[in-house]
């Protein structure tokens, strides 16, 4: 089993930055793949970023590549998600997730989630 802690999220002004981090326990997390969704209401949850497990390999969904920068530090089990020049759409719950795959961008493929934090992108 392992437990997930988001933190970090909060209310940010348009074209401002949050750090997101998600501490895991339980397990060792370089033996995972590691993934940051989101959810706004009325929408599906869907991938943002995604990273293998020894954090060679990164997915970025189209609308935050060269703005959110997702990373790892495995000796403190932890996950992060620079986000950089946020945006309105931004706005949603965020979700850490660990898959036993290398790393993957299916949802499905997640095994353990965190709780969310609120990300709140408005002037």
């Known amino acids: 089993q392992v437990q997930l802690v988001e933190s970090g999220g909060g209310l940010v002004q348009p074209g401002g930055s949050l750090r997101l981090s998600c501490a895991a326990s339980g397990r060792t997390l370089s033996n995972y793949g590691m993934g940051w969704f989101r959810q706004a209401p009325g929408n599906e949850r869907e991938i943002v970023a995604s990273i293998s497990r020894g954090g060679l390999n990164t997915y970025y969904e189209d609308s935050v590549k060269g703005r959110f920068t997702i990373s790892r530090d495995n000796a403190k089990n932890t996950v992060y998600l620079q986000m950089n020049s946020l945006k309105p759409e931004d706005t949603a719950v965020y979700y850490c997730?660990?898959?036993?795959?290398?790393?993957?961008?299916?949802?499905?493929?997640?095994?353990?989630w965190g709780q969310g934090t609120q990300v709140a992108v408005s002037s």
């Open positions: 997730a660990v898959t036993r795959f290398y790393y993957t961008t299916s949802a499905t493929d997640y095994q353990y």
